[in-house]
């Protein structure tokens, strides 16, 4: 009986990995994009950054100790990605004000009347950013000009808002193609927009790094662009006078950063790769349909929180047969 094998309950696999390293691994990947965001909007885009950091954190800390009770986890760094994916999500002319209304919507609804991090069902910062779309329309939809395109004024439209005006004024894409910017500047970022919709390139070199510390899988970001793409490719090879180029769908937008940085989520996305095939389907269906039939032009937070409530259906639908189970 002395040589008989002893199995401990699962897990089985180790891994030197905690929520602080994946955090900020996080917060490595997209370094870049906010340097390259500073460079694009000056000293405003440190300004957002910085408000929405310090309020995610002092919030996270105050309601944890003096509401919750319970001892503060701001130093896992949750918190602070929140506050980064935060002020990615708003233009950087945006009052200090307004980005601390969303910290306190993002932390205080979407993540802590949960429970905290890992029982938050949607994504905070996702939670922030529509709160304010819906509270503060005209703030949050006033870009300021890149300072890179040698224009002078104050605010400017999208890529995808100016499509969407064009399209709803019956003005055909050939005659809105001289106001939409060239594919190299939408990969680099001479385009006006959020801090996180400025540069495809930057976020995707982030995202690769992501992929490459294991902090995410390839699964959903492929399912969510691939979907847009096909989709989007459909509408513009049936009608190219009422649809645009795919590439401007994948290029331009909030896109890139909500399928790669935000869909991602690992509490808020489902578990099995399956799952998460199905659910990054889902968002990128819905949000190319919000862009090209709904009264937004923008559709990715929509469509991430929508799947964010559908992850627990998803989960039980294709969880994995247990082991020695029928």
């Known amino acids: 009986m002395s040589k008989l094998l002893t199995v401990s309950p699962?897990?089985?696999?180790?891994?030197?990995?905690?929520?602080?390293?994946?955090m900020y691994r996080v917060v490595y990947a997209l370094i870049p994009a906010l340097i390259w965001s500073v460079f694009v909007f000056g000293l405003d885009a440190l300004r957002v950054t910085a408000i929405a950091i310090i309020a995610c954190l002092a919030l996270e800390y105050v309601i944890q100790k003096y509401m919750m009770?319970?001892?503060?986890?701001?130093?896992?760094g949750s918190a602070l990605v929140t506050g980064i994916l935060l002020a990615f999500n708003v233009p950087a002319n945006i009052p200090w004000w307004i980005i601390v209304i969303g910290a306190i919507a993002a932390v205080g609804i979407g993540k802590l009347s949960f429970g905290g991090l890992g029982s938050?069902?949607?994504?905070?910062?996702?939670?922030?950013?529509?709160?304010?779309?819906?509270?503060?329309?005209?703030?949050?939809?006033?870009?300021?000009?890149?300072?890179?395109?040698?224009v002078d004024g104050v605010t400017t439209a999208t890529p995808l808002g100016v499509i969407k005006e064009g399209l709803m004024n019956g003005t055909p894409v050939s005659q809105l193609l001289p106001e939409l910017p060239a594919t190299s500047d939408m990969l680099l970022g001479n385009i006006s927009g959020s801090l996180?919709?400025?540069?495809?390139?930057?976020?995707?070199?982030?995202?690769?790094?992501?992929?490459?510390?294991?902090?995410?899988?390839?699964?959903?970001?492929?399912?969510?662009?691939g979907s847009v793409a096909a989709i989007a490719a459909i509408f513009w090879l049936v009608d190219?006078?009422?649809?645009?180029?795919?590439?401007?769908?994948?290029?331009?937008?909030?896109l890139m950063l909500g399928a790669i940085y935000m869909a991602t989520d690992m509490v808020s996305s489902p578990m099995t790769s399956k799952g998460q095939i199905i659910y990054g389907v889902g968002i990128g269906a819905i949000t190319i349909s919000i862009r090209l039939f709904g009264a937004y032009?923008?559709?990715?937070?929509?469509?991430?929180?929508?799947?964010?409530?559908?992850?627990?259906?998803?989960?039980?639908?294709?969880?994995?047969?247990?082991?020695?189970?029928?």
């Open 10 to 22: 699962s897990p089985h696999v180790h891994t030197d990995d905690s929520t602080r390293k994946i």
């Open 69 to 76: 009770k319970i001892k503060p986890s701001i130093y896992d």
């Open 120 to 150: 938050n069902i949607f994504n905070p910062a996702l939670v922030g950013r529509v709160f304010l779309l819906i509270s503060f329309p005209v703030q949050m939809t006033s870009w300021p000009v890149n300072q890179q395109s040698g």
């Open 196 to 225: 996180g919709e400025i540069s495809a390139l930057i976020l995707i070199l982030g995202g690769l790094y992501m992929l490459y510390k294991k902090v995410i899988t390839w699964e959903i970001p492929v399912s969510v662009i």
């Open 240 to 254: 190219p006078q009422n649809y645009v180029n795919p590439v401007y769908h994948l290029l331009t937008g909030g």
């Open 297 to 326: 032009p923008e559709g990715i937070s929509f469509a991430i929180l929508i799947m964010n409530a559908f992850t627990p259906l998803i989960n039980n639908y294709v969880k994995p047969k247990r082991f020695g189970g029928n």
